[in-house]
T-cell receptor, first 112, second 116 residues
Framework: DADVTQTPRNRITKTGKRIMLECSQT?????MYWYRQDPGLGLRLIYY???????NKGEISDGYSVSRQAQAKFSLSLESAIPNQTALYFC???????????FGEGSRLTVL | SQQGEEDPQALSIQEGENATMNCSYK?????LQWYRQNSGRGLVHLIL?????REKHSGRLRVTLDTSKKSSSLLITASRAADTASYFC????????????????FGQGTILTVHP
């Protein structure tokens, strides 16, 4: 089984719909992250969490919200999806000392 | 804004040749990391070099770091078709006090194609 699991892997939705992307990890890391990847733009940080009680905005948090339900679970929500949120979304877990990240396989979201 | 900028954006070589990718960054760092991404898949950590290191090897990978020039290079020797992927550099800068958020910032990546 993968250390970092994302669901769904692919989702097509319509403008205005609420979408939740879920992430769970078995690595035992406290730190969890949500990134967005767009062609030619690399990865951009949406939100990150150091533990269940700690949630922080990243570079591009507008239009997104997150919930850290447990140490192993971190979900990303789009309250009202819009077409420019079409992208590949990655969840990652990390270590304190070096910043090395462990990524899930990604969730491809298409907003029509 | 992106901390790391990678060069070239795309690289096409024949199997057996060496591939060199470069990364430049703007601010001081604690370490620099290279990741690989197969098409549509998650990123996989390849190698980490600390700011006080100049060169590091891992199998066919060789990474150099020049903090005075704020640049790094990734060399893949004797490339294989299976090395075809996107390669990203990411710079890590520890937050104030050492325990607060350390920011990992990714470059835009180099697309490497290795032809059989």
């Amino acid at each position: 089984d993968a250390d970092v699991t994302q669901t769904p892997r692919n989702r097509i939705t319509k403008t205005g719909k609420r979408i939740m992307l879920e992430c769970s990890q078995t690595k035992g890391h406290d730190r969890m992250y949500w990134y967005r990847q767009d062609p030619g733009l690399g990865l951009r940080l949406i939100y990150y969490s150091f533990d269940v009680k700690d949630i922080n905005k990243g570079e591009i948090s507008d239009g997104y919200s997150v919930s850290r339900q447990a140490q192993a679970k971190f979900s990303l929500s789009l309250e009202s999806a819009i077409p420019n949120q079409t992208a590949l979304y990655f969840c990652a877990t990390g270590t304190v000392n070096t910043g090395e990240l462990f990524f899930g396989e990604g969730s491809r979201l298409t907003v029509l | 804004s992106q901390q790391g900028e990678e060069d070239p954006q795309a690289l096409s070589i024949q199997e057996g040749e060496n591939a060199t990718m470069n990364c430049s960054y703007k601010t001081s760092i604690n370490n620099l990391q290279w990741y690989r991404q197969n098409s549509g898949r998650g990123l996989v950590h390849l190698i980490l070099i600390r700011s006080n290191e100049r060169e590091k090897h891992s199998g066919r990978l060789r990474v150099t770091l020049d903090t005075s020039k704020k640049s790094s290079s990734l060399l893949i020797t004797a490339s294989r078709a299976a090395d075809t992927a996107s390669y990203f550099c990411a710079t890590f800068r520890r937050g104030a006090g050492g325990t607060s958020y350390g920011k990992l910032t990714f470059g835009q990546g180099t697309i490497l194609t290795v032809h059989p």
